[in-house]
């Protein structure tokens, strides 16, 4: 079964503060590939990372890290000093060829207060 | 470059009557897919077209319907309208057919009420 779990519904943080959401998966296939989308209010999802299941190294793009994880199943993003721009929903999604589907986990919707 | 298109942006209709969403993917992807995302469900995959064929299709009903052009423009179609299909209806498009694979790039969406 392909399955993605984001466990935080929501969460509420005051700007400057560091954030980490959670993404853990579930899949068969030895080849798969996991993703971060970013939804703002204005609807369209907006690509942030994509990450190979052959490619455990962490990756650091500017404010934002993501651990991946094998031996747990997890694909973790952080925010570190978040600001107001950063409110959002953000999804983490699952590819596999064997299901050959793109599956979002629920999303954790993340808000930034001044 | 234009980002992906969808018109229109809202829509209003009643039960049983049929609607049709359009999409403009970026110029020169040839891959485009729908979703639907609803407070319940989420995201769900409805389908996937290349080349005007359809590629991939999710768990929906056969009133769930789509086909695309050959300039990449993609039409889906929901036939005999329900409460339930009141949702925010995204596409998506990609270079080459395998979406899953690459990243995609997302429209803002149509937002469909059926009263």
């Known amino acids: 079964a392909q399955k993605v779990t984001q466990a935080q519904t929501e969460i509420s943080v005051v700007e400057k503060e560091d954030v980490t959401l959670d993404c853990v998966y579930e899949?068969?296939?030895?080849?798969?590939?996991l993703f971060w989308y970013k939804q703002p209010p204005s609807g369209e999802l907006v690509f942030l990372i994509r990450?190979?299941?052959?490619?455990?190294q962490n990756e650091i793009s500017g404010r934002y890290s993501w651990n991946f994880q094998k031996s747990t199943s997890s694909f973790n993003f952080t925010i570190t000093a978040s600001q107001v721009v950063d409110s959002a929903v953000y999804f983490c999604a699952l590819f596999s060829g064997g299901y050959n589907k793109l599956i979002f986990g629920a999303g954790t919707r993340l808000a930034v207060h001044p | 470059k234009a980002g992906v298109t969808q018109t229109p942006r809202y829509l209003i209709k009643t039960r049983g009557q049929q609607v049709t969403l359009s999409c403009s993917p970026i110029s020169g992807h040839r891959s485009v897919s729908w979703y639907q995302q609803t407070p319940g469900q989420g995201l769900q995959f409805l389908f996937e077209y290349f080349s005007e064929t359809q590629r991939n299709k999710g768990n929906f009903p056969g009133r769930f319907s789509g086909r695309q052009f050959s300039n990449s423009r993609s039409e889906m179609n929901v036939s005999t309208l329900e409460l339930g299909d009141s949702a925010l209806y995204l596409c998506?498009?990609?270079?080459?057919?395998?979406?899953?694979?690459?990243?995609?790039?997302f429209g803002s969406g149509t937002q469909l009420s059926v009263l």
């Open positions: 998506a498009s990609s270079l080459n057919s395998r979406q899953g694979y690459e990243k995609l790039f």
């Open positions: 899949t068969r296939d030895t080849t798969y590939y």
């Open positions: 990450r190979n299941s052959f490619d455990e």
